[in-house]
């Protein structure tokens, strides 16, 4: 399947639009290449379906090939994901931690019951049921961590939040996960530039507000806020996710410090 994602530059509509027009890329993407051709064929399918549902706001191909380096370069499990929708970045992660052989290394959590339901399907559909839980709860439930280091066996150790985007939602999954983490681990916030506080529907400043607190709160993290364009033109940034991405490094103790 040579073509794989470069056949998505002839697809209408606003999830394709990495792929398409004159300034696409022309080549398929790495967290694309590296799939078996099974896998891929799940990918498309699921592309197929969620168009004829309408099931769209997945996160693109800029944040899944950085979680890709992340995840993959360093041989990463121990995952807790906050808000998986359709379960785009749910196979995508799993089809990564099958590839290194981290079984039990997904938990990812979202509060609506049917995207969970959908989300189960297609884990199951791609065999992915011994790398990826699929939990239907509130994303800030303090009984969530135990249960997420016990499906691990040991740490978390990469904490990606993409659910509600509300800013008091947010500061709670902060306030939760984040001293879970391991030291060394990581946080990853997807939506975090100006323009995606637009989804935040309760108009109080989103993730980007969340985030700037908190890390203000918290200056012994290393942390960065990778801003896209100034508008969903995506093309307009280096970084070309408009919605952009937080990511915070927890620190290790002082006297474990190399």
């Avoid at 209408?12 to 290449?33: I, T």
């Avoid at 359709?86 to 196979?91: K, R």
């Avoid at 992915?128 to 978390?156: H, I, N, T, W």
């Avoid at 806020?225 to 996710?241: F, K, L, M, P, T």
Wanted: charged share 20%.
């Amino acid at each position: 399947m040579p073509q794989r994602s470069l056949e998505f530059a002839q697809r209408e509509g606003r999830r394709y639009w990495w792929h398409g027009g004159q300034d696409g890329p022309g080549f398929v993407p790495p967290v694309y290449s590296f799939l078996t051709e099974d896998e891929w064929g799940i990918v498309n399918d699921w592309f197929d379906e969620t168009d004829r549902c309408d099931l769209i706001g997945e996160c693109q191909v800029p944040l899944i090939s950085l979680l890709q380096g992340l995840v993959m370069g360093n041989m990463v499990g121990g995952i807790v994901q906050a808000g998986h929708y359709a379960g785009y970045s749910t196979l995508m992660l799993g089809f990564m931690l099958r590839r290194m052989g981290r079984r039990h290394g997904l938990f990812t959590i979202d509060i609506d019951a049917s995207l969970c339901d959908y989300t189960r399907k297609w884990v199951e559909r791609a065999a992915l049921s011994d790398y990826v839980l699929v939990k239907c709860a509130d994303s800030s439930d303090p009984a969530l961590p135990d249960q997420a280091r016990e499906y691990f066996g040991g740490p978390v150790r990469i904490v990606f939040i993409d659910s509600s985007h509300t800013y008091e939602h947010t500061v709670r999954e902060l306030a939760l996960w984040c001293p879970v983490i391991t030291p060394s681990g990581f946080l990853v916030c997807h939506d975090s530039a100006p323009f995606a506080e637009i989804f935040d529907r309760t108009g109080k400043g989103g993730v980007r507000r969340a985030v700037t607190e908190w890390r203000q709160a918290n200056p012994a993290y290393e942390a960065i806020n990778i801003r896209g364009s100034a508008s969903h033109n995506h093309r307009e940034g280096v970084y070309q996710d408009g919605c952009g991405v937080f990511i915070a490094q927890k620190p290790v103790p002082a006297a474990n410090a190399s």
